[in-house]
């Protein structure tokens, strides 16, 4: 028997759960929240928050990041490869530091 999990499952868990949503959605032209940024930092989801927004082209703020830094990780490096898995998927995250999206490790570059 195959059981069917539910792909948003991870945010009953998130730490944004109850919390006013305007500090993950910033109006046009105004800076993201630090407040958001701080909450998803230390949120176990803060995982599957990103890669959902990653694969879903979300506005806002998910897994800490904001719509640039997310757009900036779509545009994946092909030229290099995570030390632990292998995988060709690594995106810079901000300057001087890459992820890998297949593992979620990270490294300063």
């Known amino acids: 028997m195959t059981t ?3 792909p948003l499952a991870w945010q009953t868990t998130g730490l944004c759960r109850g919390v006013t949503t305007n500090i ?14 701080r909450l998803c930092r230390r949120c176990p989801a ?14 806002g703020i998910w897994g800490g990041t904001t ?5 900036a990780m779509r545009r994946t490096r092909h030229r290099v490869k995570c030390p632990d898995c292998l995988s060709h998927e690594v995106v810079e ?15 300063n570059i």
């Open 4 to 6: 069917m999990t539910d």
């Open 67 to 71: 719509d640039d830094q997310r757009e």
């Open 93 to 107: 995250m901000i300057p001087h530091h890459e992820v890998c999206l297949s593992c979620g490790m990270s490294w």
């Open 24 to 37: 993950f959605f910033p109006d046009d032209f105004e800076l993201p929240d630090p407040a958001a940024q």
């Open 46 to 59: 803060r995982e599957a928050c990103l890669q959902y927004a990653l694969e879903h082209e979300e506005f």
